[in-house]
């Protein structure tokens, strides 16, 4: 018998070209099944081959469970802890109790119970096989024919019995294939399930977008290129980030390529979706300059605390910037990763006159000066009191008519007018009442409306803004709680 197990896992391995460990796991998992029928499934059974001389040996085994444990069905399998320690000792629940009992005849098993054990083991291994092929490749183009189309979404062959699927969501605007067309798509994901694994490509994504280029310009595919960033309005239009890591080599031109033969591949690849190559800058005005084109910013203002620029054109490419709507500026407001708003050059203009008039009362108010000085302040990039009061004195000293005495003045003024904002700001939320929607909030004491209060939180609307973390700086109470809280005051947004 030791033989002819042997001549088995020989055979099945080299017809499957499957490991042979998994075919002596299928032959023992068969020859355990048998053992149980054989006693029509009272005991339960484990085999064990030797994987140099076929010989194999049959243990009847029991699972130590608890003593209070009641089994129903299967009660040979099992044994109690306290007899189970009395065969073993040191047994612990969950381990098992082995006894070896006489084998059964590999050649009396029953042929079909072998055969459908072993097929489903090599059927398992298959496609285990297949998915870790597969998952490797998962960020790569890949390229299948069309199996068939299910309700919009596009089956693939991939080969070897595997099929990968690109969603109906993820097609190049309304791209239409028949049966036996080669597509590409990028694939973003391998699942193993029942029937085999199951491969989801995209052609939507930006990755996709990238990957392309990889193809068409050897220079990126050999790191000369950077690909630094990519943003896609879906089968209309594209704009990608490039940047050169040499400084004789021209990105943008060697992305378009002879005669634009290479952005057109692409082009062409993405049913017709137009592209822009944009340059990388390190300097984020200058990207985000560059990633308005076709437009021409004339000026820009950052704000990095809100991470938003607003950008003015000339008055008449303001629809140009804009795009189709909204188009240009959501494709670079993505690529950049910054919130841009575009103006044109009068309405920039106006808005920076009302924002610096309104910034010179501020200061006029808050430190007692006079016109000129206000002006000053904001002609020199000053926006608020903090930045007067806390900027080193060497910047302030450098402003034409500056000297240590109007500096230190100045800084003065604006940390009395911080000092006495603050507090004005405390008493005036020491006197705060809470709303009574915030009083009659479930899980809400008249105590914790009154802490809460007194730190500006006056409304249910403004609970239903807070962070856990922020509502325990507050009140007392533990996480778990104080999220709850915080859902019970956002229930209305759900309503």
């Known amino acids: 018998m030791s033989k002819e197990v042997l001549a088995v896992v020989e055979i099945m391995a080299n017809e499957k070209g499957v490991d042979k460990e998994i075919i002596f796991e299928a032959i023992e998992s068969a020859l355990a099944t048998a053992t149980r029928r054989n006693t029509d499934d009272e005991i339960d059974a484990r085999v064990e081959i030797n994987r140099h001389t076929g010989d194999y040996k049959t243990f009847r085994r029991w699972e130590v469970i608890e003593d209070d444990v ?15 320690v009395d065969e073993k000792p040191g047994s612990e629940v969950g381990d098992f109790i082995e006894e070896e009992i006489e084998s ?22 298959e496609r285990k096989k ?20 299910d309700r919009g979404d596009v089956i693939l062959d991939m080969g070897d019995n595997v099929d990968a699927v690109i969603p109906r969501n993820e097609l190049v605007g309304r791209e239409n294939f028949r049966m036996g067309d080669r597509v590409r798509g990028y694939l973003q994901l391998v699942e193993f399930r029942p029937r085999g694994p199951q491969l989801f490509m995209s052609r939507a994504c930006k990755e996709m977008l990238i990957e ?6 050897p220079e990126i595919a050999d790191e000369l290129i950077d690909v630094m960033s990519a943003a896609r309005d879906v089968g209309f239009r594209a704009k990608i980030a490039v940047r050169a890591n040499d400084p004789r080599l021209d990105p943008i ?6 005669r634009g033969g290479r952005v057109q591949a692409v082009t062409n690849e993405l049913n017709g979706e137009r592209i822009d190559i944009i340059l990388w800058n390190a300097n984020d005005a200058q990207y985000v300059i560059n990633a308005m084109a076709p437009a021409a910013v004339t000026s820009i203002m950052v704000d990095e605390d809100r991470h938003t620029m607003d950008l003015a054109v000339e008055d008449d490419q303001l629809s140009q910037a804009i795009g189709k709507n909204g188009q240009n500026v959501r494709l670079a407001s993505e690529l950049t990763g910054w919130e ?7 309405e920039m203009a106006q808005k920076h006159e009302l924002e610096s008039r309104d910034q010179m009362e501020v200061f006029i108010n808050n430190l007692d000066v006079d016109q000129e000085i206000a002006e000053v302040l ?20 450098d402003i034409d ?69 922020e509502l325990l700086d507050i009140l007392d109470m533990d996480e778990a709680q104080a999220a709850e809280l915080i859902l019970k005051a956002r229930a209305p947004w759900f309503e």
Not at 131 to 147: C, D
Not at 253 to 258: D, E, K, L
Not at 453 to 465: F, P, R, S
């Open 70 to 84: 009641y089994i129903e069905d299967k009660v040979g399998w099992y044994i109690r802890h306290m007899d189970a």
């Open 104 to 125: 059964i005849d590999f050649g009396r098993i029953g042929a079909q119970t072998a055969k459908q054990v072993i097929i489903q083991k090599v059927r398992e291994a």
């Open 130 to 149: 297949v998915v870790e092929t597969f998952q490797k490749r998962v960020g790569e183009i890949l390229t299948g024919q069309v199996k068939r189309i």
């Open 212 to 217: 392309l280029f990889k193809i068409e310009v």
């Open 253 to 258: 031109g060697a992305c378009v390529g002879m």
């Open 340 to 346: 841009l708003n575009v103006m044109a050059q009068s």
């Open 378 to 397: 904001v002609a020199e990039g000053f926006t608020s009191l903090e930045e007067i009061a806390y900027v080193p004195a060497a910047e302030m000293l």
């Open 401 to 469: 008519g500056f000297d240590e005495e109007i500096v230190g003045e100045l800084k003065q003024r604006a940390k009395d007018a911080l000092l006495t904002m603050a507090i004005a700001e405390e008493e005036k939320q020491a006197l705060a009442e809470p709303a009574q929607d915030l009083i009659e909030l479930e899980g809400m004491s008249m105590e914790m409306a009154k802490k809460l209060a007194a730190k500006g939180v006056i409304t249910q609307e403004d609970l239903a803004e807070l962070a856990t973390e």
